[in-house]
């Protein structure tokens, strides 16, 4: 999985600035890939296993800069073509094997900005508003046509999470009153964001529901990278779900290390300690000792723990009201 980076401030007025800077500097509005149809199942990939509760997953950078068929540049996944799709889909699988078992997933392809869009702000701000026009196409088309009104986990991963933010911004109160809890994993939530929306409220513990959960993870404060968590305010210590720095022991399943797991409060960075392998470095904005590409795979055994007790409790809450 790669990653991606830089907070989008989703109102029709930024999306519009957003649209005017892609087409007068970047020349890309004529050179969009086909839009997804998500009536089209070859734009999704689904696991339907008969569960109570669903994961919408959605998939952080897998897409470089490439020339398309009309042999100009390009910025955006195309997500009819199956070369593009490859690495897109192989996170998809990897992250619903890692974290999902037993519950129903639903992943789309949308066409998702290159990783070089973001070396500048302005630049990730005018690429995204293209791939969050996707990512919302899709999550209304799920809500409308697939869920059947089940509860849901929403969850995604860097450019992944940044649309999850957006989403709990359009979310409208029925749609919300079905979310199990929202995974922001490896970005931030600005104060912005949280003044748009009364949907993001911070996790407080293991099993509260309703809840967003997010963290970004650095052998020091020093290793941060500032597109992806500076201005954070929400965070969480996946390995004791407290909000305090209160330390916790991590055995890693990655690497022969038993990690010490300390949530820094001002920075809301998670500070690890005893990681011993050099972590491959993100090109362009990468910082050695920044753990960004292993935010999933360090955490994958507390993350699918706490995915399905938190479903559990939903299921089991939502049953006893009823009764």
């Not at 993001?200 to 967003?212: C, F, K, M």
Request: charged residues 15%; contains cysteine; aromatic residues 10%.
């Amino acid at each position: 999985m790669k990653p991606n980076l830089k907070s989008f401030v989703a109102s029709t007025l930024i999306l519009l600035s957003a649209t005017a800077i892609l087409a007068s500097c970047c020349h890309q509005a004529e050179n969009l890939p086909p839009a997804p149809n998500y009536a089209d199942t070859t734009q999704w990939y689904i696991r339907q296993r008969n569960a109570p509760v669903d994961v919408f997953y959605i998939i952080s950078t897998e897409t470089g800069d490439y020339t398309s068929a009309n042999g100009l540049q390009c910025h955006y996944a195309d997500t009819y073509n199956d070369t593009l799709r490859t690495a897109m889909l192989g996170e998809m699988e990897g992250v619903d094997a890692l974290l999902c078992d037993g519950l129903n997933y639903y992943s789309p392809f949308y066409r998702q900005c290159s990783l070089e869009s973001f070396e500048t702000d302005s630049l990730a701000q005018a690429r995204f508003a293209y791939a969050m026009k996707d990512v919302g196409h899709a999550f209304d088309y799920y809500i409308k046509n697939l869920n059947q009104r089940r509860p849901f986990v929403l969850m995604g991963f860097s450019q992944g999470a940044m649309a999850v933010v957006e989403l709990l911004k359009q979310m409208d109160n029925d749609t919300y009153s079905r979310m199990v809890a929202a995974y922001v994993i490896g970005w931030h939530i600005a104060d912005s964001d949280l003044a748009a929306t009364s949907h993001i409220r911070q996790a407080a513990d293991s099993a509260d529901l309703g809840v967003t959960i997010c963290y970004n993870s650095a052998r020091h404060n020093s290793c941060a990278i500032p597109l992806i968590s500076n201005g954070n305010r929400i965070a969480i210590n996946p390995t004791n779900w407290r909000t305090d720095a209160t330390p916790a022991t991590l055995i890693s399943p990655i690497s022969p290390d038993t990690l010490t797991i300390t949530l820094d409060t001002t920075s809301k960075l998670l500070i690890v300690n005893g990681y011993s392998p050099n972590d491959y470095m993100l090109p362009l904005i990468g910082r050695q000792g920044n753990y960004h590409r292993l935010e999933i795979s360090l955490y994958r055994n507390v993350l699918r723990h706490n995915i399905a007790l938190r479903a559990n409790t939903f299921v089991k809450t939502k049953n006893n009201v009823q009764q």
